[in-house]
């Protein structure tokens, strides 16, 4: 079974800086997806990024990007210019053909003013 | 706006009682999801439907139902609750792989 890991279970960042959440998963498929899902505080979870597996190139919004390395199964979120809105439970998601999600166990990213 | 609706935010139960959760989406997907979020645990699948009156387990189905009589409207049944499903649920539908989620309902069971 596919298999998704998020190794830090917190992290912190100050205002205005830099932060990477790191994700690995495992899987023998060769197309899938995979998702950063960002959870505020008692507010909805919300979609951040995605990247399809078969492009090489990684996926960018404004101030979040990737980093997908397809060999190592890796899929880390780069945030940029942290604001303090970016405080949220960060999710790292794999799907393949089926419609199911397979969720990491989250980060918690605190950012600091 | 997408819109993903949960119909309780906060429910406190008793053991034994059956509960109903409810959630509707007004966006037309085929698929939707009970998710079960735990602290350092993450997100699990409960079940999924992928039609009206059609259903899958996830990967933790046991003491859950579901219900889709409707497209729009995907219901978890807890026949008898436990204190081992106090719990945060999650609600999603899905569009080209991309989750929708409600708010929430947070659920006590004491």
């Known amino acids: 079974a596919q298999t998704v890991t998020q190794s830090q279970p917190e992290m912190s960042v100050q205002e205005a800086e830099t932060v990477t959440l790191s994700c690995t998963y495992d899987t023998s498929e060769s197309d899938y997806y995979l998702f950063w899902y960002k959870q505020p505080p008692s507010r909805q979870m919300i979609l951040v990024i995605r990247q399809e597996a078969y492009k090489q190139q990684n996926a960018t919004e404004n101030r979040f990007s990737v980093n997908f390395q397809k060999a190592a199964k890796s899929f880390s979120l780069k945030i940029s210019d942290s604001q303090l809105g970016d405080a949220a439970m960060y999710f790292c998601?794999?799907?393949?053909?089926?419609?199911?999600?397979?969720f990491g166990k989250g980060t918690k990213l605190t950012v600091n003013p | 706006d997408v819109k993903v609706t949960q119909s309780s935010r906060y429910l406190v139960k008793r053991t034994g009682e059956k509960v109903f959760l409810e959630c509707v989406q007004d966006m037309d997907h085929e698929n939707m999801f009970w998710y079960r979020q735990d602290p350092g645990l993450g997100l699990r699948l409960i079940y999924f439907s992928y039609d009206v009156k059609m259903k899958e387990k996830g990967d933790i189905p046991e003491g859950y139902s579901v219900s889709r009589e409707k497209k729009e409207r995907f219901s978890l049944i807890l026949e008898s609750a436990s204190t081992n499903q106090t719990s945060m649920y999650l609600c999603?539908?899905?569009?080209?792989?991309?989750?929708?989620f409600g708010e929430g309902s947070r659920l006590t069971v004491l």
């Open positions: 998601a794999y799907k393949d053909g089926s419609e199911k999600l397979v």
């Open positions: 999603a539908s899905s569009f080209f792989g991309e989750l929708f």
